[in-house]
């Protein structure tokens, strides 16, 4: 994994900053549980309102967090005014995501000028112990000299 | 694209008591828009509620959609009792997912006994007009003799 | 999938050409079959010294062609002296890859400024009977300005 | 990383056997370059055989060992007789592949009973220096029963 020092010393206040505008995270009720350097992690309580049909927590809902974990870690890096987007991610579902709570934690494997790629993993809690139920790698992009696009 | 007689004549009531024990897809909005043999649809209106920073609709939530339209595209030919499970994705984003509404165009790609392989892609509709935005293509994994997981 | 005019007149013999520097394609006997703007062919013949440890033609050189398949496509609609490199592709194994020849079959799902989406079918050939056995999609980056990447 | 004690003592001999009857791994000049219980390694001279249109080592080959040393990684944790079958993998791109020599690492991310992820990373060697150049993940299929794809 990549171990940067991060070009932006305001990095974590502009992750909690930019976290805060997502209104999915709100809506899914995932919150940011630690930032360092080319590394964040997100969690989500399990709930039916994350469910899919069979009760486990949705495949699509831990890519949101597995994605967003692996982009806050690529935006740790970059320096002010840089923003990024995911140009495309891949996730294997290891196990059924049950739990009460399923944590993201996303890292950067190699930080580019203009891509940047990240993993996450994403484990369940269940009554103390984790358990790894998927694995993700995204593809970021950098984004210079667009005001709508700086983080 | 595999054009398959389903193997449950009910597949379509089938799909609709699924996705409506799907809780994500009610706190997100979602909505199914058309159901057939092989292919699937699911509109999802855009609004702040499911954003991400920048303000254009979450990655995370496009693949929500678009792994559930490829998954019902692929229960669509599944005999009755048979249940599916992503194994896993991948998704590109081709474009900012900004307008009114985004509609998930799933599909099967070749139906197997043990995984079956499936596409979507997501539209972004503005104004009248429809932009490719992103594709999944994604794994099912047929799971049988288990009554927790037969849809 | 995408149908765009080609840029570049000579779309043709720069792909041959590039082509025909690729010693790899030499080294496994693969050819092109067939080119036209937005879509590319290659054909392999199948033989042990393309295969895996089970007789099969080895999945790593299915991923060979149908990225090249893929690649070429994408060149197809490049102005000339642009070059593409791939950054990322991900590939289904849908049936083992026996038979007399593999043919990868690429198309254009959405050429972009900078980045490119392709995606690659390759087809087992036995007897005149043709069976899908691997799907593949593909990033592909512009990059200009290099003169030695400019196909 | 999953650190597993072998369920075949005779791992490292049914890896080489396999590797030897692969006639691609002769034909491009790859060669185990070391074994161990979840992990193996697999070295690639670079040579204008194994290479694409600008002299770079040709993005397929570079998947084709890092598919193969992903792939034993997960075969030197399977029980005696039980083959496995890649069902699809994904790879980055990180940086042209040039250099002296290619070495594709792989280890076991999770092994399941059915499937397995594993992982490689590709590196390029140039006078003593290694640059990470590639990303492989992949799922593995095991399967059983079958004399023909026992390794």
């Known amino acids: ?6 070009k932006d010393p305001e990095f974590e206040a502009r992750i909690r900053t930019s976290f805060a505008k997502q209104g999915l995270m ?9 930032i360092s350097p080319g590394a ?5 309580p399990a709930s039916p309102a994350v469910s899919q049909q069979h009760g486990f927590v ?3 809902v831990v890519a949101c967090i597995a994605d967003s974990a692996a982009g ?19 996730i294997n579902f290891l196990a059924p995501a049950t739990g009460d709570r399923m944590l993201a934690r996303g890292c950067v494997i190699k930080a580019g000028r203009t891509l940047t790629l990240a993993q996450a993993e994403v484990f369940a809690e269940n009554a103390g ?12 992009m950098t984004i210079t000299g667009r005001d709508d696009v700086s983080d």
């Open 1 to 6: 994994m990549s171990t940067s020092t991060p």
């Open 26 to 34: 709100k809506t899914i009720g995932a919150q940011l549980a630690s």
């Open 40 to 44: 964040v992690e997100i969690a989500l």
């Open 58 to 60: 949705h495949g699509g």
């Open 72 to 90: 806050y870690a690529a935006l740790s890096l970059m320096p002010p005014g840089i923003g990024i987007l995911t140009t495309e991610f891949k």
């Open 129 to 140: 112990q984790e358990k790894l139920v998927a694995f993700l790698i995204a593809t970021l």
